[in-house]
């Protein structure tokens, strides 16, 4: 009980000190806590959404996804008759079986020819409007789809694009563009997550999407009163045999929710992983916070030895204090979690995935999980200082406050620091010069924990080195008030490096990932410029398949020498010399001037040769690992086609970046074996332009495909190397996003450190304010060091990261990756943006000291 009252006392005492470890736990737990219910709710919003739109039981196609999905690669979905909708209502148990026609293989546009997909990533969708939808849908305004000319939209899409009753629009798939005016408009019953949804009347939509009427993607069957999902998929299996697939309700809602359960545990574990270096860096706060209020209460807690207070209890009295700080942070992180959720909520309705507050989903599991971990972390944090504290000896009373550590505690940590930095000093050098990318992943990634490690470990010896070059380079223009404020940081060099160690830590992922996504821009340049024989490269940037149509609009563009067609044949079969079968390879088949467009590296044969019938290539690892060499017979089993027996024409070099590791085969090799319903359209289009007509035809492609095909986008090779560009700084940007609340906490510590440094030097600052120094000197004294700890803090991270970015760099160049690239401007700026997070983290630090009393300092103890 009295370890209790005094661990109470004395939190409540310091309890302003303890404030910014307290804001520190809270971000931590609440960015744990605010992704644990973020992904919760986008969980229960899709689970909702599967349930209420799935039936009873859905009869589609052998050959459909288990989701449902309709997209495949010939742009029509797989279908059934539309005679085995009566054969369902035959069986037992039926009480309603309807066709269902819909695709996900379609764009539609607006009367100015602008897309009317989702920029979210959602699917849009085109189908017909009967029962199923209404249980999902409510007409808000106008009717239900009637007749060709009319079409319904859902109410978000509506509200997005500004579309109205009577706006035409145009619906573009595989069969053509089908044109019609907006009739209804319907608004969900359900969350819809952001999918765009449009409703043709079932005639229409059977032409629009497949091209033919008497057939369904699907058929949705209702039970009767009584009957069980798994009753009525056996009874309707009983009257149709095994020939269609046929599933239960929880079947595709359980096929669907496994579909994005996949990007969403990935959401989850890297948000989760930014919020771990979170922590990490909030234990040094922690750690800093305890040492420097257990130095500052030395001659207190000597005192308490003194009379009678053994170590374990002067110890425990500590981690109770840390106990308490880990409670209260950690509930109002949980709160402040909920909070964060809902922000991230609104982000993705900004972003077009809508997600209702209805759906919160708080699982009690998420505040418990917060609680624990942010208890544990500030108490094993607190542990060191804990345990140097119950070392304090009883004559400690008689002493200062603050005494240095021991010379042999600094020389053993920094024979252990040197020890950790020279393994991952090591680690680095194995991984850089390893022979393949996997092993060498290990060693980078150990290379990486040891050399953090070791720096944080080393950080006191480094900090006496580089706080002095600093010192000289930056402090001395400043004279008497620089050197102060140089000594200052140097006074207490554990201090200095912990607090550095914290802003490190953000700062080397920064750098490292800035070096990693300028070589692969670099190098995929570089690439580009060596291989790429093609002007222009058209794309749908969805991955859907370009229409046959739009494909016909590319060949008639005056001022082109030649376009080719490019399509992937995936889920082939391959069975190679050495008598065994390689499954789920992809053959990608085009035109033989592919050949031309890029310019693959061969280490046997020629390119061109892989285009001539029967004929194929094979890239060089899988050569290797079969025994297959120019000349050799593969047997192919295409999905969808026949068996065939292809001669291997050349061995691409795995030395490349594009298309690494393609087999390639000619357009018209695999249309003798694969029948004209099952073969893949287009994925990409590539044209080259006459000579001299390069400006002309570039002009002559967009405006040949801007109306009629919105949906594929022309670029040229400069406009390719700014997509690229634009796509890996959009992730850059995301990632240093999320390393931001890391900065901010190693902010805080900075902040903390300074305003307990203001403490512990009180009688200090009011004898030099005595002896003349003045409020404005003070203040800058105090800035100086603050900016002089946080240059430390970014050399150690930019050098650390820069390193590990240039080993990662070693590895990429065995995947074709090769140009490395230090993005100078990057790193500079944040070095100097270092300086002014110093200048903010001193502001209140040194308000505060300017406004010290000076008598009052100078009579503290």
């Known amino acids: 009980m009295t370890v209790l009252k005094t661990s109470m006392r004395n939190f409540f005492a310091h309890k302003g000190r303890m404030a910014l470890s307290a804001v520190a736990v809270l971000l931590s737990v609440a960015f744990v806590c605010g992704t644990l219910v973020f992904t919760d709710t986008m969980n229960t919003t899709f689970d909702k959404l599967f349930q209420a739109t799935a039936a009873d039981v859905t009869v589609s196609a052998k050959g459909a996804s288990d989701t449902g999905e309709t997209t495949s690669h010939t742009g029509k979905p797989p279908v059934v008759p539309a005679s085995v909708a009566g054969e369902v209502r035959k069986a037992r148990g039926v009480k309603k079986a309807e066709g269902t026609v819909f695709s996900t293989s379609v764009t539609v546009i607006d009367a100015r020819k602008d897309k009317l997909s989702p920029k979210s990533g959602a699917p849009t969708i085109v189908g017909n409007w009967n029962g199923n939808s209404a249980r999902t849908m409510k007409i808000t305004s106008g009717a239900a789809p009637k007749g060709p000319g009319q079409v319904m939209v859902d109410a978000d899409t509506a509200d997005k694009h500004h579309l109205k009753l009577g706006d035409e629009i145009g619906i573009i798939t595989v069969v053509g563009t089908h044109h019609a005016r907006v009739s209804g408009i319907a608004s969900f019953s359900v969350t819809n997550p952001g999918a765009a949804i449009f409703y043709l009347d079932t005639r229409t939509a059977q032409q629009t999407l497949v091209g033919r009427t008497g057939v369904y993607t699907d058929v949705d069957v209702t039970a009767a009163k009584g009957v069980s999902d798994a009753a009525l998929k056996q009874n309707v299996i009983a009257a149709l045999g095994h020939g269609y697939k046929v599933k239960t309700a929880k079947e595709v809602a359980d096929a669907n929710q496994k579909s994005v359960e996949g990007p969403l545990n990935v959401m989850r574990y890297a948000m989760l992983g930014f919020a771990g270096i979170a922590f990490l860096v909030g234990i040094f706060l922690i750690i800093n916070t305890f040492s420097m209020l257990v130095a500052q209460r030395t001659r207190e807690i ?94 400690a009373a008689l002493r200062d406050s603050g005494a240095p550590a021991g010379a042999r505690a600094g020389l053993v940590r920094a024979l252990m620091g040197l020890v950790l930095t020279g393994a991952g000093v090591a680690s680095l050098y194995t991984a850089a010069n390893a022979d393949k990318a996997k092993p060498g992943s290990g060693w980078l990634g150990l290379g990486v924990v040891l050399t953090l490690i070791g720096f944080v470990v080393i950080g006191p010896l480094l900090a006496g080195g580089l706080v002095r070059v600093l010192g000289a380079i930056m402090l001395r223009i400043f004279g008497p008030v620089g050197r102060m404020a140089e000594r200052n940081a140097l006074r207490n060099p554990r201090r200095t490096g912990a607090t550095g160690a914290a802003l490190m830590i953000g700062l080397a992922l920064v750098a490292c990932l800035s070096v990693v996504g300028s070589s692969m821009v670099a ?79 061969t280490v046997a044969g020629t390119l061109a040769d892989a285009y001539e019938p029967d004929s194929m290539s094979v890239p060089e690892g899988f050569a290797k690992k079969h025994g297959i060499k120019v000349g050799s017979t593969v047997g192919v089993h295409f999905r969808k086609g026949t068996p065939a027996r292809l001669t291997v024409r050349a061995i691409t070099s795995d030395d490349v970046a594009l298309d690494r590791g393609a087999m390639y085969a000619s357009i018209a090799t695999a249309a ?8 893949p359209l287009d994925q990409m289009v590539f044209a080259t332009a006459k000579d001299g007509q390069q400006a002309a035809a570039y002009k002559a492609l967009k405006a040949a495909l801007h109306d009629s095909h919105p949906e594929l986008t022309v670029r040229d090779q400069t406009d390719y190397k700014k997509a690229f560009k634009d796509q890996i700084g959009q992730m850059l940007n995301l990632i240093y996003g999320l390393l931001a609340l890391a900065i901010i906490v ?89 300086a002014f997070v110093g200048l903010f983290a001193a502001l209140i630090p040194a308000f505060r000291a300017g406004r010290m009393n000076v008598l009052n300092a100078i009579a503290t103890d």
Do not use: C
């Open 746 to 834: 190693a902010v805080l510590g900075v902040v903390n450190t300074l305003a307990l440094s203001v403490v512990e030097r009180t009688r200090e600052i009011g004898l030099m304010r005595a002896i003349g120094l003045s409020r404005r000197q003070l203040r800058r004294m105090i800035r100086l060091e603050s900016v002089v700890i946080a240059l430390f803090g970014a050399l150690l991270g930019l050098g650390l990261g820069m390193g590990w970015g240039a080993t990662a760099q070693k590895l990429l160049a065995l995947e074709g990756l090769k140009v490395l690239d230090i993005p100078w401007p990057t790193i500079t700026g944040v070095f100097v943006g270092s």
């Open 672 to 679: 003798k074996y694969v029948p004209a319903d099952g073969m």
């Open 302 to 395: 000597g005192l308490m030895r003194a009379i009678g207070s053994s170590r374990r209890q002067i110890n425990r009295s500590v981690l109770v204090e840390a106990l308490l700080l880990g409670v209260i942070g950690s509930v109002l992180g949980v709160g402040g979690g909920v909070g964060i959720a809902v922000g991230l909520m609104k982000l993705m309705g900004s972003m077009g995935m809508h997600l209702s507050t209805d759906d919160l989903t708080v699982a009690w599991t998420t505040p418990v999980a917060g609680l624990l971990l942010g208890v544990i972390v500030t108490v094993l944090a607190a542990y060191l200082p804990a345990r140097r504290a119950g070392k304090v000896s009883p004559m």
């Open 523 to 601: 190098s995929a340049s570089d690439q580009l410029d060596k291989t790429v024989g093609t002007d222009f490269i058209i794309q749908d940037d969805k991955g859907k398949e370009i229409l046959p149509q739009a494909v016909e609009a590319i060949k008639a563009t005056p001022g082109l020498a030649r376009v080719t067609e490019y399509r992937l044949l995936d889920h082939a079969s391959l069975t190679t010399p050495d008598g065994r079968t390689s499954k789920d390879e992809t053959i990608k088949a085009a035109d033989p001037t592919y050949a031309q467009d890029l310019r693959t590296t």
